[in-house]
């Protein structure tokens, strides 16, 4: 059974930086994508950022220029790098993993971002 764990979240004034990371254990088989969510309060779950097996990434119109996603595959641990964060990045941040035949989620880390 496959696991996810996070850490590197916590309160932060604006303007500084975070970084976030997921560690994976456990049979992990033909991946397809890595990735994290993030679900403000109040708010919907929403995709931050995401690499794909072939290294390819994506991200929200909202954190481009200021989030990078980078991963380690013989570690099986990914990260997320967050500068210049602002009040409305505050929100619980989930890592993601995306495989052909299962889908697992961490089980999320706090990020607060203060005035």
């Known amino acids: 059974q496959v696991q996810l764990v996070e850490s590197g979240g916590g309160l932060v004034q604006a303007g500084g930086s975070l970084r976030l990371s997921c560690a994976a254990s456990?049979?992990?088989?033909?991946?397809?994508?890595m990735g994290w969510y993030r679900q403000p309060p109040g708010k919907q779950r929403e995709l931050v950022a995401g690499?794909?097996?072939?290294?390819?990434?994506n991200y929200a119109d909202s954190v481009k220029g200021r989030f990078t996603i980078s991963r380690d595959y013989p570690k099986n641990t990914w990260n997320l790098q967050m500068n210049n964060l602002k009040p409305e990045d505050t929100a619980v941040y989930y890592c993601?993993?995306?495989?052909?035949?299962?889908?697992?989620w961490g089980q999320g880390t706090q990020v607060t971002v203060s005035s």
């Open positions: 993601n993993l995306d495989t052909y035949t299962t889908t697992v």
């Open positions: 456990g049979s992990i088989f033909r991946i397809r994508s």
């Open positions: 690499i794909t097996n072939g290294g390819i990434t």
